[in-house]
């Protein structure tokens, strides 16, 4: 049996937050920022953050036996 979450990631200009729940989306199960990994203000919205910020979070999800993700994602932009 496969357990699944929601990976809710938000991409702004300044950050990107990466949030796990369960698929009633009521508990939190991982969470990471760009602003979490690196040490510099100026980094935090680097793909480099987003990257570190990815890694946390997978090594928290194989600590829950996460096998399945649904991914969303907010970002500026479009019309």
Same mark, same amino acid.
């Given at each position: 049996? *496969?357990?699944?979450?929601?990976? /809710?990631?938000?991409? +702004? /200009?300044?950050? %990107? =937050?990466?949030?796990?729940?369960?698929? %009633? #989306?009521?508990?939190t199960?991982?969470?990471? *920022? #760009?602003?979490?990994?690196? $040490?510099? @203000?100026? @980094?935090? *919205? +680097?793909?480099?953050?987003?990257? $570190?910020?990815a @890694?946390?979070? *997978?090594? $928290? =999800?194989?600590?829950?036996?996460?096998?399945?993700?649904?991914?969303?994602v907010?970002?500026? #932009? #479009?019309?």
């Amino acid at each position: 049996m *496969s357990r699944t979450g929601i990976a /809710h990631i938000f991409a +702004s /200009h300044n950050n %990107t =937050l990466i949030l796990v729940t369960d698929t %009633t #989306g009521a508990e939190t199960i991982a969470k990471a *920022s #760009g602003g979490m990994v690196v $040490k510099n @203000d100026r @980094d935090e *919205s +680097s793909p480099y953050a987003a990257m $570190k910020a990815a @890694d946390l979070v *997978s090594e $928290k =999800l194989r600590e829950f036996e996460i096998t399945d993700l649904i991914i969303r994602v907010r970002a500026p #932009g #479009g019309n």
